[in-house]
């Protein structure tokens, strides 16, 4: 699987100098964006160097067996190719054309005439109808399309992260990594699986174990093969967040004419990624938002929330939005109290906790008396950056979260722009409502406690993760 | 009411120079931001000029009787100050000091103290315990505490708007104000109303029915007078929405301690709005991004959508959306499909219309297609900007929804960062996710319906707004 992110070589079949060719959108990125350190080969019927990378008229020519092929031609020249891929012994093809099992009787029976050679000649193939895959760390990306209003998407290789995302449809793809351009949390590994032929998501969940990934996160819009996916989840050793569309019977015909297959009865679905671990997520935002609470903060334990809040409308709010979340809107005990008077002004010391105009001794006094109660076991900061400062003490709060094996899932209500601002430069989880940040606790203790259903010591999370680099 | 957003002659007491001084940070704003062309009077223990305003040690020695004082003092001397506010003929007042009936037995004896004093003499008061006003178009606003870092907030001026707040909590105000700051929608007026021991979200209410205000947003922590507030809204010819918190136990006891009175039973608050109908808003976000569609759209008038997508994935999604928001992915006519097949490159005529790569035209022929379709109430338009051309033909379609009279909710799915600085450009009411649109369409229905109960003809939405100008 490694070779499909991290190909030695590639052919990129179909990429010409043709106007609006998509091959070579291909090859330009591979060149100027990502100055990918493999050899890269282009086939067109011409035979000719595309972007300075040699072009043959056939496979069959090539001066070596590539790692990969990646296939982007009219669906009806794609059987011909795999004959050719098999005859010249390449064992991994992307396949990114689309008019397949999404397109009739004709593109099914091409799907099974291209699934036969697979077979017979042990060709792994991904896709068809997908953009294939895209690897931060190895400066690897095969998606086509890639044109002048996407050269941002360079930045997404910059700092590159733990978060993997396996997709099943080009235009999430491009939302959830444009997403990331502003943040500091990264992506590791992309893959666009299409109408996924031959490898599926479990593949993926499976070979994500071995590699950097930290949180797996899943967009399909259906499942062909329900138990190896739940089987491989349940093995996982690392979250996999899953957002499924064809809840509805509506959705799920949209979701057939995209990338075909039948979208799966969705009472079934849930209740089995309640038993494999999997969480489910409410929207596709979630793609992007709840990561950062899986790999920057310890897991919630429990659910008893302590609020900390410099803006005390906030507080009410969030009150109702943990009791909505079936979390816990926690009695502080009289010690605790007790402290927190001592702390400074603060206006109310029951939860939620609210503080006037306070220099930073006083944020960091706070987070530390709520962080070590014994009753407390995870807080919500609602902290309004008036001052700059209050983005300083954030950052002692991540260690402070380490340190006592306990969550922060902060908002700073703001308006959004300034959040994202805010999270672009500091590498602070900063969520953009206090919705999300309480959804975030929530997905947090659902993980913990599917961890413990499946009988997972939480090794490599949190103050746990600070102990083994200890 | 008028003269609390836009006095000839105001009164900050409790304006000095001492540092930190708050009152102070009224002038400034007044006098440095926004050039306010009343006079200005500053009243404090010195008498000294405040910023080049004028000072006095009394307002009993102001040279004439303004329009509005502003109190920010101590709250202890605030009945004093009420008192000679009195004998000095002073009717409107804005007690900006916290300390009152959210403060315990003393700060209600306090609050009876001035109820009696302004009963007495006829004198309006707003607050105490809040920020008072802003008017985007008379450039007013005595909101204190604006430091640098919200200078930014002179830009809401800049545009003014036709949306008015009425908001409970200062820290909300600042962040519905900063989320205008990335929209060309804008702001008319905001209020403050903090403990509302006289005039409440009802009289402000009315008050909006007499000014530029198209839309009331509310952010309320509890109600004092519920049967005033039903009877305001149902009369309002404008819609109300609001978001209030309370809606468990634990959230209206946090309210309490945030600015007092009981928040109150929720399932009678729900009832009540939808007899008088009120929007009840979901999320704090909502205060910022629903407006815009009653705003900028014709109304809803019956449930049946069509989707229209040149990224499919987000017709699936958009599908389960709907039918959860019990809204209808209509079955698109033959007739209607007919024409969609003669339109372009359209991978699915079926809802949700999916193409590929079109030319401007081609997505105009589908919108003109959609929007005179008879089957068709409204559209979900979820279009990807890969070209900005969309933009462009983004604008086309308002105008032919105000022509059609049938209200579009636009998505571009790109990450959030890109639609804020597309909407900041243009004025299109773009929403941020999938899951906004769907439910603006949904507010959207919801009011129109409401106008009906109420046997108001809606006639200064959409369509019926174009002909009245015409």
């Not at 109310?348 to 906790?353: G, L, M, Q």
Request: net charge neutral; charged share 20%.
């Amino acid at each position: 699987m490694e070779k499909f992110f991290d190909p030695k070589s590639v052919v990129v079949v179909g990429a010409s100098n043709s106007p609006f060719n998509l091959g070579a959108t291909i090859c330009n990125m591979l060149k100027d964006y990502l100055q990918y350190p493999g050899a890269v080969y282009a086939v067109n019927s011409k035979g000719e160097t595309v972007n300075g990378y040699p072009g043959y008229s056939s496979i069959l020519d090539l001066p070596e067996t590539p790692d990969l092929a990646v296939i982007i031609v009219a669906a009806k020249n794609v059987p011909g190719i795999i004959s050719e891929c098999a005859a010249k012994g390449i064992k991994r093809v992307i396949i990114e054309s689309a008019g397949f099992s999404e397109g009739g009787h004709k593109g099914q029976a091409m799907q099974r005439e291209i699934d036969d050679i697979a077979r017979a000649n042990g060709i792994r193939i991904m896709g068809p109808n997908c953009l294939g895959t895209l690897d931060t760390r190895k400066k690897f990306c095969c998606f086509y399309g890639v044109n002048p209003s996407l050269v941002e998407m360079g930045r997404i290789f910059e700092a590159p992260g733990n978060i993997s995302y396996i997709i099943q449809s080009g235009g999430i793809v491009v939302l959830v990594i444009e997403s990331f351009f502003y943040d500091l949390v990264g992506v590791n590994k992309v893959v666009s699986i299409g109408n996924k032929c031959d490898v599926d998501e479990a593949d993926l969940i499976d070979y994500f174990q071995t590699d950097e990934t930290e949180v797996i996160g899943m967009y399909l819009e259906n499942v062909a093969n329900g138990r190896k996916l739940m089987e491989a989840a349940r093995k996982s050793r690392k979250p996999v967040l899953i957002y499924k569309v064809g809840r509805t019977q509506e959705g799920a015909m949209a979701a057939m004419s995209h990338t075909a297959g039948m979208a799966n009865n969705d009472k079934i679905f849930e209740s089995a990624c309640k038993q494999s671990g999997i969480i489910r997520l409410q929207s596709i935002d979630e793609l992007h938002s709840m990561p950062k609470m899986l790999t920057e903060m310890p897991l919630l334990k429990g659910r008893r929330i302590a609020m900390f809040t410099n803006s005390g409308a906030f507080g009410s709010i969030s009150a109702d939005l943990l009791v909505g979340a079936d979390l816990e809107v926690v009695r502080l005990s009289p010690q605790t109290q007790e402290k927190l008077k001592k702390a400074g002004q603060v206006f109310n010391i029951k939860n939620p906790v609210d503080i006037g105009p306070a220099p930073p001794q006083t944020y960091l006094d706070i987070y530390e008396i709520l962080l070590s109660a014994d009753e407390v076991d995870g807080i919500l900061p609602l902290l309004s950056v008036w001052q700059t400062f209050v983005i300083d003490t954030l950052l002692e709060l991540m260690k402070m979260c380490k340190h006592y094996g306990k969550p922060a899932a902060i908002y700073t209500p703001n308006a959004i722009a300034k959040s994202i601002a805010i999270r672009a430069k500091h590498r602070i989880p900063i969520f953009e409502t206090a919705e999300q940040a309480v959804r975030a606790l929530s997905v947090s203790n659902y993980y913990y406690e599917s961890l413990r259903k499946r009988n997972f010591i939480p090794v490599e999370t949190g103050v746990e993760k600070e102990k083994s680099h200890a």
